[in-house]
């Protein structure tokens, strides 16, 4: 066990230091040209020639590397072009509204995609399983920034129920920054105005998120716990006499809940791929809308730090799946 | 004289050849019959030849020109000259949804053709060489899948310069690990079988062995995942041209014309809505089909319907 978490950590040590180089040689080695894109193409000489050297790209492609490392140690990206300021601090402000509008929607998915997938398993072939499984196949197909559109046009454009986007009211100021997620530091300081205001702005973008999400949770519960509901120990316990209930919460669903478990931590890797398509949508000012736009501005500090963030995330996630994956199942030896 | 001869070779021939393969034939048959079987699968199979049919005939289905502008008849609702209504430019947009077909299936198309092969050949090495060739190459892959494979696509494209051509090298780059590590472990588990060990032992060469014995069985397992991932490439692919990464104007995609129609969502609901349906319905169509043949494609799952 601790052999494997020790190899598992020197991989994670390994694919990150691959994915800051693989992310530096993409946006340094190909041939797009951010300078082109800042100055316009028709830019006297003399001044592409002193954005370049601002900007370090003058020199060989080796020291570019070493100073990126440098910086990257220190999580010094440099100066976005976009937004004229520090990457690192706009990173800071954008992360935690990502973050809180991940864990609100995860937090949906993970309620409505166990009881639906338990529903669906125990009523197997049934209307209500045929029903939960063309809502999942449905959610899993589903392009999110469509269902973002849908969800505007209805939700807030018909049924006026969520409001049209930003992460707050105009009228209202966030609260003073203290982890960056307005949902708890509104609670830190009391303002619970504030709380309900953010929380009213996120219920598009997390609702969105969460039915993909709970599509895919929904699916790996139904199929787990069909799995375990035709082991044999399931029949013994009904033949004892047990109640239905006692069987299939206690003594089926935690043997099957090391899958869901595993699926939850891939689901939460995918949101943040699916909240750059969502905060697009939705006008919400977290990391995915950051990196869309810096991406199309050709902002390359930008660009480096949130793709780095995003995946370091990513890889964080899949590693602490890997490990409370052989942590929980006393079957599995490594 | 002559002819008949040919002939009877012939028929002989087909008779032994089905002789030869009757497993395989009595395989197929029972396939198809799994097929039929599963009405879910059967519609996601409706669902991908009636894109085909749209993407090979789209000039003779296509009611109009899906570039032709009409300024005159901008933003026109559904009606019967215009069954799902013009976009911004005045162009009719189910002739558009038509066209969009051919692009969507290009795209997965041509993403799987470079995957496959690229697919095959790292992990059949890696596989039956081991050793550091092995190491090498999967650490590479893991590199890749560490990224949220939006974001690595997203990231290529853009380097690349945003465009459909683009767009297709981008998801083929974040894809092939997936078919690298499952020709891998399938390469590994043949590798130790006898058959092989008696293949080395009467001197075939290691070319011969992975090419003769091991690609075959690759091959099969790697079409059935590729048919799961059908449906996520079309998905990708629109989310990047939503985002202004991929396919520009314009050419008639699908996730371009939902971007597009994005600023008449509020007024002219169907601009936006009627590709974003179209996207869902392929991708749906494809996660059935893929889901039926992995069904049907495991043994375990086969035995069981019996």
Redesign the interface.
């Known amino acids: 066990m601790l052999k494997y978490v020790i190899k598992r950590l020197i ?1 994670f040590v ?3 230091f ?2 800051v180089t ?2 530096f040689f ?2 340094h080695v ?3 040209d951010p300078v082109g894109a800042i100055l316009g193409e028709n830019a006297p000489q003399e001044l592409v020639e002193k954005m370049e050297r601002q900007l370090g790209l003058d020199l060989p492609l080796g020291q570019q590397y070493t100073r990126y490392l440098k910086g990257l140690i220190n999580w010094n990206f440099g100066i976005s072009l976009r937004t004229q300021k520090q990457v690192s601090e706009d990173l800071r402000v954008y992360f935690p509204a990502t973050m809180e509008l991940a864990f609100l929607a995860l937090f949906i998915a993970i309620i409505l995609g166990i009881s639906i997938g338990v529903i669906s398993a125990v009523k197997r072939n049934q209307w209500q399983d045929n029903a939960s499984r063309v809502f999942s ?2 959610g ?7 269902l973002g ?2 969800f ?2 209805i939700l807030y ?1 018909h049924l006026g129920l969520i409001p049209a986007g930003g992460r707050l009211s105009p009228h209202i100021s966030p609260p003073p920054m203290v982890s960056g997620l307005y949902l708890l530091d509104s609670l830190i300081a009391g303002q619970f105005r504030t709380f309900w205001d953010a929380l009213y702005h996120l219920l598009g973008p997390a609702l969105v998120l969460g039915w993909i999400q709970t599509a895919y949770i929904c699916r790996v519960t139904r199929s787990s716990m069909l799995e375990v509901l035709n082991e044999e120990y399931i029949r013994t316990a009904r033949v004892k006499g047990l109640r239905e209930r006692v069987v299939i919460f206690k003594h089926a669903f935690r043997n099957a809940s090391i899958p869901i478990l595993t699926m939850i931590g891939i689901s939460f ?2 949101m ?2 699916g909240s ?2 969502t905060e ?2 939705f006008g919400y000012p977290g990391l995915g809308r950051y ?2 736009n810096s ?2 501005s ?1 902002d390359l500090n930008a ?1 480096i730090g949130s ?1 780095t963030l ?2 370091i995330c ?2 964080l996630s ?1 590693l602490i799946v890997d490990l409370l994956y052989a942590a929980l199942d006393p079957r599995i030896k490594y | 004289m002559v002819s008949n001869l040919a002939k009877e070779n012939l028929q002989n021939w087909i008779v032994s050849w089905g002789k030869r393969h009757s497993s395989e034939i009595s395989d197929f048959k029972e396939t198809v019959y799994l097929i039929k079987k599963s009405p879910l699968t059967m519609v996601g199979l409706a669902v991908i030849l009636i894109l085909i049919i749209m993407a090979i005939f789209a000039p003779y289905i296509a009611p109009y020109d899906p570039v032709a502008m009409h300024l005159d008849n901008r933003l026109a609702p559904p009606s019967k000259a215009h069954l799902l209504g013009t976009d911004e430019l005045g162009r009719d947009i189910l002739s558009r949804i038509i066209y969009g077909a051919g692009v969507a299936l290009k795209i997965v198309l041509i993403v799987l053709a470079i995957d496959l092969p690229l697919g095959i050949l790292l992990g059949l090495a890696a596989g039956y060489f081991g050793g550091w060739i092995d190491e090498i190459i999967m650490r590479i892959a893991d590199i890749f899948m560490a990224f949220p494979r939006l974001i690595l696509a997203m990231a290529i494209g853009t380097a690349l310069g945003p465009s459909l051509r683009n767009t297709m090298i981008a998801i083929a780059l974040t894809m092939w690990p997936v078919y690298a590590r499952l020709a891998r472990g399938e390469t590994l588990s043949i590798k130790e079988r006898t058959f092989i060990e008696a293949e080395r032992a009467l001197g075939t060469s290691n070319f011969r062995i992975l090419v003769f014995n091991i690609l075959p069985i690759c091959v099969s397992t790697l079409i059935v995942r590729a048919t799961l991932d059908m449906g996520n490439i079309i998905r990708i692919a629109a989310g990047m041209s939503f985002l202004g990464l991929g396919a520009q104007p314009p050419t008639p995609d699908w996730g371009l014309m939902v971007s597009t129609g994005r600023n008449f969502l509020i007024n002219q609901w169907w601009v936006p809505t009627f590709p974003g349906f179209a996207i869902l319905l392929a991708v749906f169509g494809f996660n059935l089909l893929g889901d039926g043949i992995r069904d049907i494609s495991d043994p375990y799952l086969r035995r069981g319907r019996q």
């Open positions: 991989l390994i694919v990150i691959g994915v693989i992310t993409i946006s190909i041939p797009a196949l449905v899993i197909s589903m392009p999110a920034f469509w559109l849908l505007i046009l454009y890797g995918y943040l791929e750059v398509l697009t949508v990196a869309v991406f199309l050709l660009v793709v995003i995946a990513y890889a899949n």
